[in-house]
């Protein structure tokens, strides 16, 4: 049984370490899927269509994930990547959506 809310939960980007120029990181943006037959749907800044995927947690409850793997450049410095996750409710009539921004800082 699954249950919509008033207010879906906001993604979470995820940033390595520190940023420096001409290396390689991967970004992964993640939300929670309460109701796994009906995740949430991630899109971002960072690229078009970006393939999710689901993964089982330790506590049988399940994410959402989507992962592109960047090689900075002085242009990513100061750069804002906004993940949205879009939850179906109402049994996928509507659609509630939550965001998130970062802002990469590259040295």
């Given at each position: 049984m699954c249950k919509s809310t008033d207010s879906?939960?906001?993604p979470t980007i995820e940033i390595p370490g520190d940023l420096k120029e001409?290396?390689?990181v991967t970004v992964t943006c993640s939300?929670?899927?309460?109701?796994?037959?009906?995740?949430?749907?991630?899109?971002?800044?960072?690229?078009?269509?970006?393939?999710?995927?689901m993964e089982e947690n330790?506590?049988?409850?399940?994410?959402?994930?989507?992962?592109?793997?960047l090689t900075l450049t002085d242009q990513h410095d100061g750069f804002n990547i906004t993940c949205s996750a879009s939850y179906p409710v109402?049994?996928?009539k509507d659609v509630k959506t939550a965001e998130e921004t970062k802002?990469?800082?590259v040295s």
């Open positions: 879906p939960p906001s001409a290396e390689s939300a929670p899927a309460p109701c796994p037959h009906s995740p949430p749907k991630l899109t971002w800044t960072l690229q078009q269509n970006p393939p999710n995927t330790p506590d049988r409850t399940f994410t959402t994930k989507i992962q592109k793997t109402n049994e996928g802002t990469l800082h």
